[in-house]
């Protein structure tokens, strides 16, 4: 079904930009998501920039390199891990706390249109907890089998590591197809990430956004595979 508020993907310049300006609404956001879309603010902050990159990376649910120190602390007890128990705090680390991996384009219209998708089932935040203190954390957008993760943080070391590795736990076992997580870096480079065409990413997740899966309320049990 074509989008409602954006031109078709496929027609994005070759930077990747598909829109200027719109809203950061609930139903615009879910329209973009659903469409291979999402927003990235300029510097300026205003208008919105909507983007559809070429090529797009995601983290395949099979494929997340877990090192063997990281598998130890995980098995260990050290790390204790939630979900949407503290969703506030999680995005505002990613948008101004030490060891984001996110940056200034988390404005505060941003935060508080994810907090209102969170509000309503369909933001969610994987913590990560150290001696009752959040050591880390990741959140992001659910829609079907697509998770898009946004940004993720660290406060102890490995924090951010733990919150991703939980989150591909968790998603995996949920059933869900395509965690997308929309331009590569060196740092997720290093933990599986692989980047595939733009055509190829919309065919994944027409039928990913299909699924009947939930994210669920708890978090499954930690295991390295399924």
């Given at each position: 079904?074509?989008?409602?508020?954006?031109?078709?993907?496929?027609?994005?310049?070759?930077?990747?930009?598909?829109?200027?300006?719109?809203?950061?609404?609930?139903?615009?956001?879910?329209?973009?998501?659903?469409?291979?879309?999402?927003?990235?603010?300029?510097?300026?902050?205003?208008?919105?920039?909507?983007?559809?990159?070429?090529?797009?990376?995601?983290?395949?649910?099979?494929?997340?390199?877990?090192?063997?120190?990281?598998?130890?602390?995980?098995?260990?007890?050290?790390?204790?891990?939630?979900?949407?128990?503290?969703?506030?705090?999680?995005?505002?680390?990613?948008?101004?706390?030490?060891?984001?991996?996110?940056?200034?384009?988390?404005?505060?219209?941003?935060?508080?249109?994810?907090?209102?998708?969170?509000?309503?089932?369909?933001?969610?935040?994987?913590?990560?907890?150290r001696e009752g203190?959040?050591?880390?954390?990741?959140?992001?957008?659910?829609?079907?089998?697509?998770?898009?993760?946004?940004?993720?943080?660290?406060?102890?070391?490995?924090?951010?590591?733990?919150?991703?590795?939980?989150?591909?736990?968790?998603?995996?076992?949920?059933?869900?197809?395509?965690?997308?997580?929309?331009?590569?870096?060196?740092?997720?480079?290093?933990?599986?990430?692989?980047?595939?065409?733009?055509?190829?990413?919309?065919?994944?997740?027409?039928?990913?956004?299909?699924?009947?899966v939930e994210f669920g309320?708890?978090?499954?049990?930690?295991?390295?595979?399924?």
């Amino acid at each position: 079904m074509p989008s409602r508020y954006f031109p078709p993907a496929q027609r994005a310049s070759p930077e990747g930009l598909v829109a200027i300006g719109g809203r950061l609404s609930t139903n615009w956001l879910l329209d973009a998501y659903r469409h291979g879309i999402f927003p990235w603010p300029s510097n300026s902050y205003e208008p919105m920039l909507w983007w559809s990159p070429d090529p797009r990376a995601i983290l395949p649910l099979d494929g997340m390199y877990i090192s063997r120190r990281l598998e130890r602390r995980l098995r260990s007890g050290e790390f204790q891990a939630t979900c949407d128990t503290a969703f506030a705090e999680v995005i505002s680390a990613c948008a101004t706390g030490p060891g984001r991996e996110g940056g200034t384009w988390i404005t505060p219209e941003m935060v508080a249109a994810y907090t209102e998708l969170h509000r309503l089932g369909c933001a969610h935040s994987v913590e990560i907890w150290r001696e009752g203190q959040l050591a880390g954390g990741v959140y992001g957008l659910a829609i079907g089998g697509l998770f898009a993760a946004e940004s993720m943080f660290y406060r102890s070391r490995d924090g951010s590591k733990a919150a991703l590795a939980r989150l591909v736990c968790h998603l995996r076992t949920r059933g869900f197809a395509l965690l997308d997580v929309q331009q590569a870096t060196d740092h997720t480079d290093s933990l599986g990430v692989v980047e595939i065409t733009r055509k190829e990413y919309l065919k994944r997740l027409e039928a990913a956004v299909e699924l009947p899966v939930e994210f669920g309320s708890t978090l499954e049990m930690w295991s390295k595979s399924t």
